[in-house]
C-alpha cells in the first residue's frame, strides 16, 4: 500500500474534527513545502521518533550505459537520504 498526499490530508481531516478540509490540505502542503525548502537548501530535516532526511553531495564517476557498453562520466548530484530514528526501527522490526 502507497501513502499519498490525499491520505494524509484525509488522516489530518480525520483526526483534528476542528479543521475544515481546506485547512488539513493547506496544512499538509505547508508541511511538505517547508520540507523541501529545508532540503533543497542543505539543510537537515529531523522529526523526533521517525527520523532524520539529509543531503549527501556524489561526486562525478565514471559509468558504463549497459545496452551498449560504452562508458560516460555521470556527473555530480546531490541525493536525498533518510536515516530512521532508533524508535521507527524498533517498532518496524517488533512484528
Avoid: C
Avoid at 6 to 28: F, G, I, M, R
Wanted: proline residues 3%; positive net charge; hydrophobic residues 30%.
Amino acid at each position: 500500500m502507497t501513502l499519498t498526499k490525499a491520505d494524509l490530508v484525509q488522516q489530518v481531516y480525520k483526526t483534528h474534527p476542528n479543521l475544515t478540509k481546506s485547512q488539513s490540505t493547506e496544512s499538509v502542503e505547508t508541511f511538505l513545502a517547508l520540507s523541501k525548502s529545508s532540503l533543497i537548501t542543505g539543510e537537515d530535516l529531523l522529526l523526533s521518533g521517525f527520523g532524520k532526511f539529509n543531503i549527501k553531495d556524489k561526486k562525478s564517476r565514471r559509468g558504463r550505459n549497459p545496452q551498449t557498453g560504452n562508458e560516460l562520466t555521470l556527473d555530480a548530484r546531490r541525493v536525498v537520504t533518510f536515516k530512521p530514528s532508533g524508535i521507527l526501527r524498533s517498532r518496524i522490526n517488533s512484528d
